[in-house]
């Protein structure tokens, strides 16, 4: 079974400019996410969809940044314009919503992205 | 709670010997636990969860404990590996709407050969 896909894996941009990550989840699976890693912290939720649509949103800085997933499959994150402080890694995941399996999210590679 | 930033709590352990993962969660309605190890450039992975009406579970050298009078979660591995080395999260998931699923801050692992 392939793995949660992310690209691209680093992405070096100067303040202001504007960037793009791309996600695609494990076939079938409903339930995508956008976390932000900051180094040395845990993983931080940005958006959750099910299927296309959003059902968590609350930590997106929406001034900036958007995501969207319009088919229920991929999904694209995006920053426009980036800040200094977006540096992270940005990681997606997927989960099933079947039952107690549901507890089990794939984690992609995730995008280092570096804001100079 | 918060992360600590930069300063990762650190568990150095001898090869061989057991380690124990401590974890302190705040949300008394959720309704399972979960621990992640993230190695160095990866995403993390699962390693084992828990529901809410168990106090313990075990897995294949882990073994995670629940105590929710003082809302505390641990995660202990059996005779530890090289292997092992890495960053530890655990999470909660709160059954709302949705699932909602909240990371802590991590500790990191090192193994001593």
């Known amino acids: 079974e392939a793995g949660v896909a992310q690209s691209p894996r680093y992405k070096i941009i100067e303040k202001r400019q504007s960037v793009a990550f791309w996600c695609n989840p494990i076939?079938?699976?409903?339930?995508l996410y956008w976390y932000q890693q900051i180094l040395g912290q845990g993983p931080k939720l940005l958006i959750q969809?099910?299927?296309?649509?959003?059902?968590?949103d609350s930590q997106l800085p929406k001034d900036r940044f958007s995501a969207e997933r319009l088919k229920g499959v991929d999904s694209t994150l995006k920053i426009q314009p980036a800040k200094l402080e977006d540096s992270a890694v940005y990681l997606c995941?997927?989960?099933?919503?079947?039952?107690?399996?549901?507890?089990?999210?794939?984690f992609g590679p995730g995008t280092r992205l570096t804001v100079l | 709670g918060e992360s600590v930033g930069l300063h990762l709590p650190t568990l150095s352990v001898q090869e061989g010997d057991n380690s124990i993962i401590n974890c302190a969660y705040s949300?008394?309605?959720?309704?399972?636990f979960i621990w992640y190890k993230q190695e160095s450039g990866k995403g993390p992975q699962f390693i084992i969860d828990?529901?809410?009406?168990?106090d313990k579970r075990q897995g294949q050298r882990v073994t995670v404990l629940l105590n929710k009078t003082v809302k505390h979660l641990s995660l202990q591995i059996a005779a530890t590996q090289p292997g092992d080395s890495a960053v530890y999260f655990c999470?909660?998931?709160?059954?709302?709407?949705?699932?909602?699923?909240?990371f802590g801050p991590g500790t990191s692992l090192s193994v001593i050969p």
């Open positions: 995941a997927s989960v099933t919503t079947d039952g107690d399996s549901g507890n089990e999210q794939f």
């Open positions: 969809f099910q299927n296309n649509g959003v059902v968590d």
């Open positions: 949300n008394s309605a959720s309704d399972y």
């Open positions: 999470a909660e998931k709160v059954k709302t709407s949705y699932d909602k699923v909240i």
């Open positions: 076939s079938g699976h409903a339930t």
């Open positions: 828990i529901r809410s009406n168990m």
